[in-house]
Every structure is written in C-alpha cells, then in structure tokens.
C-alpha cells in the first residue's frame, strides 16, 4: 500500500523556525494537505498545496513540495507556544495520513 | 456555524456490547468518512461514504459497520466491540476542491473498550 512517513517529534525553541518533513508515495496524488490536531481536538486543515506548485506561503506558513524526490515539508516561521501541536501530512483523494509529528515548542 | 458533531465524546464500554458512534454535519457535504487514531499510527480509514446510501470500506473496516440513511448523519457502528478497537475516533465530513477534498473534523470521541 502507500505510506506517508513522517518523524514523530520535534522540539524548538520559541521564535526559531520549525520545519517539519514528510514523504509520500502515490506520485498521482493530486493535493498534499497539512492538518494541526491540537490536546484534546479534531484535526484542522492548515494549508494545502497543488501538485503542480512548488511552494506555497501563506503568513507564517511555508510548504515546500518536491516532486521528484516526493517529498514535501511545512515551515514554520517565528514559532509560538501556541503552534504546540501534531501535525499531520496527508495526500491524495484517499487522504493517507503520516503518523503526525508532535511539535513542542519551549519558551 | 459550520460544524461536525460526535458523540459521546467519551466511551467506556465491555467486549461484546453493541455501541453507536453518532456523526452529524450541517454543511450539506456529500462526503463523510470515520478514521481512528492510535499513537504511531495516525488516521486510518474505517469507512467513507460518498452520498447517502453510498459507503465503502476504507482501510481498517474489520469490526466496524456504517450506514447513510441521510446526508448529515452517518453513525459508526461497533456490534461486538473488542478491546482492539479501543482508540480515538473522527469523523469527517468533505467536500471536493479539483482533485482533493476539504475535511472538517469532528472532536474526537475516546472510546475505551474493556
């Protein structure tokens, strides 16, 4: 089957950027999307990119996709205590999600 | 407000008692789906359904029923629970951009099956 693989945690400090990774498989993926799942919530749709783009940046958010490669990241800019959350990958029409990555930020 | 309700939120039952997870969206979306969450794992898949009387396996189906009788309801149903399936369950509710969808969660309904 087709797998997202993403790592499983990553901690910065407040005000670095964080960058968070995925590969994906199904090179017919259409869209890959980035959701935030927060303690105790449902997932929310962050961002999404088209596979015909190579970048996509909207306010603090950069998502990077490389399709030769499969490869695609989501950059977060002057991160905040509040961008405390898992953060998950997903592609394609059958919505694969990665395993999420557990972001912590420390003051 | 454009939402997608669960409930119960929270779960604790016993091996062989037939439970229902209800699922309840008021955005007139075609598409719902149910995933379960464990820790490694991610989302998987259990059921999706792509208008009313129109649902389909997904990943992880085993154990699991679904039923879309109307279009903003589509309840999970668990007929002989096992301790298994205890896990964190979402559902979803879509709707298509091009060749993708926009998903709107639920909160989760934590389910705890002794």
């Known amino acids: 089957g087709e797998d997202v693989e993403q790592s499983l945690f990553l901690s910065v400090r407040e005000g670095d950027s964080s960058v968070i990774n995925c590969t994906y498989t199904d090179s017919s993926s259409t869209y890959l999307y980035w959701y935030k799942q927060e303690p105790g919530a449902g997932l929310q749709l962050l961002t999404y990119i088209f596979s015909n783009m190579d970048m996509k940046q909207d306010q603090r958010l950069t998502v990077l996709l490389n399709k030769k490669d499969k490869h695609l990241s989501l950059r977060i800019a002057d991160t905040q205590t509040g961008d405390s959350a898992i953060y998950f990958c997903?592609?394609?029409?059958?919505?694969?999600f990665g395993a999420g990555t557990r972001l912590t930020v420390k003051p | 407000e454009a939402q997608v309700t669960q409930n119960p939120r929270y779960l604790i039952t016993v091996t062989g008692k037939k439970l229902t997870v209800t699922c309840s969206q008021n955005?007139?979306?075609?598409?719902m789906s149910w995933y379960r969450q464990d820790p490694g794992l991610g989302l998987r898949q259990i059921y999706y359904s792509m208008n009313v009387e129109v649902t389909d396996k997904g990943d992880v189906p085993e154990g699991y029923k679904v039923s879309r009788k109307e279009k903003r309801n589509f309840p999970l149903i668990l007929e002989s629970p096992s301790p298994n399936q205890t896990s964190l369950y979402f559902c979803?509710?879509?709707?298509?951009?091009?060749?993708?969808?926009?998903?709107?969660f639920g909160p989760g309904t934590r389910l705890t099956v002794l």
């Open positions: 979803a509710s879509s709707y298509a951009i091009g060749g993708g969808w926009e998903q709107f």
């Open positions: 955005m007139n979306h075609e598409y």
């Open positions: 997903a592609e394609g029409r059958d919505m694969r």
